[in-house]
């Protein structure tokens, strides 16, 4: 094969080549549509069936060229009108030449980094847009799927699709440590993290195995570590039932991790044990096939709540439904606030925190980036109204994959299945995009593309 193109969860039941146009039409057996590039093989547009309202058994399909139209025949006949791209989001180059999957900023040398689908890490300068270092294939040939910084900024910890966790020099981009070596597509890592527990410092990740793994931090030249997490929380009767998500630490030493199955748990450390279960947890026996959205794609604590923890909501999980929740996770867990992150319920993929925790910023898989006022939001017990919707607009024409912060600049950045990598004001005005050929300057806004 000349190409390997990812991004639908179901089995695919329809492809269509318009060769006018060097595009590539999908549809998977959930109703998902995809729209593909030939040429660069990559995401165009991701239309999910919560988006579009397609619903019932898939019968067949239909793309009629001289309509643009795509014809898809369920208990219901549906007409997707694919428009042209519009022009602040169309460009004919891309960041990466495979879809971007997770991005993080450098406070302390103000860089971005971005990893990709395609096993290639770049280093980027914030200020100008310009490329300052490549790693290629730092996990052989499998995706690098998550990535963190480690406290120092000196070195950068990524996850790949086999498994396998490696951390690097910033400066020399040269391979420090392999915290845990490859074996299958079945580990993959899907987040990972550095935590810093009664002074010892340990790597943590989540992925598709179910497991919370957690290693101790390898001194430099160390070429394997042994893996605790199932030591530490193995004897523990409740578990994920699905592939874990997302992780994130509350210190000193209690960790909440979310799955695609609607489980949020949070983890006392230092005793291995559960310390709560927010929202249900799913029975492990198999159940009926269903196209509701169960992902809870990001927990985030709000470092800034420590000394409400208490009495405030301190815990942002994004999803299942395509709703934003906020979480006490003190008295067993209590839910404080609940509001829809996307008016089409499409599945909210990240979430961040900015000016000083009073902003959340959401990203969605349709594209659309929203910041959200939550100063005082869920800060003195339940909440029965909605924060402040500052500002939305859809800063890609699919799924975004993450979203960053540049708190001291006001600043976001977004990385997207569309293999592009941006540069945005919190007022959603696009400074530019990563790879492109004039370079910017952050601070005049008449260099902004």
Known sequence: PTGLLRGHNAPI???????????????????NVMV?????????????????HIRGELATCYFSPQQRALFIATDTLALLQLRQKDPKNGSS????????????????????????????????????????????????RSAVTCMTLDNSGNRFITGGRDGSLRKWDYSTGGCVSIIR?????????????????????????????????????????????QNIGKQWLGQESFRHHEDIVSVDLWPPNLLATSSCGAEVLVWNLVSGSLFCQLGSLPSPLPSEPSDEDLNVCKVLFIPSRAPLQKTAAILVTSGPGGCIHLWNIFGGGRLFGKFSGSPQQATVTDLALGKGDTLLLSADQLGWLRIWDIAGFAQHGPETTDPTLLCNWRAHACSITSVVCVPEQQ?????????????????GELIGTFGQEEHWDVRKKETWR
Do not use: M
Not at 24 to 29: D, H, I, P, Q, R
Not at 37 to 51: F, G, K, P, Y
Not at 204 to 220: H, R
Not at 413 to 427: F, G, I, N, P
């Open 13 to 31: 039941s329809f492809l269509c080549l318009c060769s006018e146009e060097n595009r590539l039409y999908s549809v998977s057996t959930d109703n």
């Open 411 to 427: 600043l976001a950045v977004t990385s997207a299945k569309d293999c592009l990598l941006r540069l945005w004001s919190h007022q």
């Open 36 to 52: 593909w590039s030939v040429e660069d093989q990559t995401c165009l547009a991701n239309i999910i069936s919560r988006a579009s």
């Open 181 to 225: 070596q490859g074996t299958d597509v079945s580990d993959e890592a899907n987040r990972c993290i550095q935590v810093d527990i009664h002074s010892n410092r340990y790597i943590i990740s989540v992925g598709c195995d179910k497991w919370i793994s957690i290693f101790p931090d390898p001194e430099d030249g160390c070429k394997g570590v």
């Open 93 to 140: 180059f891309t960041s990466h030449n495979a879809t971007v999957l997770c991005c993080q900023y450098n406070t302390r040398l103000q860089q971005v980094i971005s990893c990709s689908e395609g096993s290639v890490v770049k280093i980027w300068d914030l200020n100008t847009g310009a490329p300052v270092s490549t790693f290629d294939c730092p996990h052989e």
